[in-house]
């Protein structure tokens, strides 16, 4: 239970992957649908769930990883039949055809619903993804502690 | 059952997917007075397990969730 009594739901997600990414969104806005208070933290790939679709980086390294994971959220690929970006186009068709939101959409929903998306500050500057690369809405950057705390206090924990 | 109850609202979920049927009914909850009933159509079949849980998660009763053909029809009244 959160300070105000709510069920909640705190959620770290690592991952990138169209495919995981898909999933977590749907948990967050299922979970933020039954009333739940929902916190996302993301952190190392999973930062690119957040980005508008920019270049990022300031070193050589940085600008590599810009370079090879640039792009927002619909530039994320499948953990499986990614085919160098056929995978995602297919992905997105299906999901399309059978009336299920873009990834995008399924971020619009969840600011909506008012779940909290915060980014891991200590990935963001490892792979220098600074915060006006996200999208508006997005929270102020946090560290470990804060997400352990919600952790703690929350009624579902998962890892994705 | 369904003959007597007086509808609020009626939403069409038809074509949505989860978790949207779930999500349009709790976006819409607050539309209708305390006591009040939206009447929900949806054709995915995961809405007849979601909408019962969201109902019992968020303290509102699922009056009928009837098969009617292709469709599934709910009768949510909200309780609070």
Redesign the interface.
């Known amino acids: 239970m959160d300070e105000n009594g709510k069920k909640s739901l705190a959620m770290v997600v690592m991952s990138g992957d169209f495919d995981k990414l898909t999933g977590a969104f749907i948990i967050a806005n299922g979970a933020a649908a039954m009333g739940m208070d929902v916190t996302m933290f993301f952190t190392f790939w999973g930062l690119r769930a957040l980005k508008k679709n920019v270049r990022t980086g300031s070193t050589f390294f940085g600008k590599m990883v810009g370079l090879m994971y640039g792009g927002g959220i619909e530039k994320s690929h499948p953990s499986k039949f990614a085919f160098g970006g056929m995978g995602r186009w297919m992905f997105n068709k299906m999901m399309k055809n059978h009336g299920v939101q873009s990834l995008s959409e399924m971020r619009d929903l969840a600011l909506q619903l008012g779940v909290g998306l915060y980014a891991c500050q200590m990935s963001m500057d490892v792979m220098e993804i600074p915060q006006e690369s996200f999208v508006d809405g997005v929270k102020d950057p946090v560290g470990v502690g804060f997400f352990l705390l919600k952790a703690q206090n929350a009624d579902i924990q998962l890892f994705i | 059952m369904s003959d007597e109850t007086k509808i609020d609202l009626e939403l069409d979920l038809k ?6 049927p ?2 349009k ?3 819409n909850i607050n539309n209708v007075p305390v006591g009040g009933v939206i009447r929900a159509v949806a054709t995915d079949p995961g809405a007849m397990a ?1 909408i019962p ?2 109902a019992q ?2 303290g509102n009763e699922v009056l009928s969730a009837d098969k009617e053909g292709s469709e599934f029809v709910f009768l949510v009244k909200r309780v609070k």
């Open positions: 074509g949505l997917l989860c978790p949207l779930m999500v009914v709790s976006q979601d849980a969201w998660s968020t």
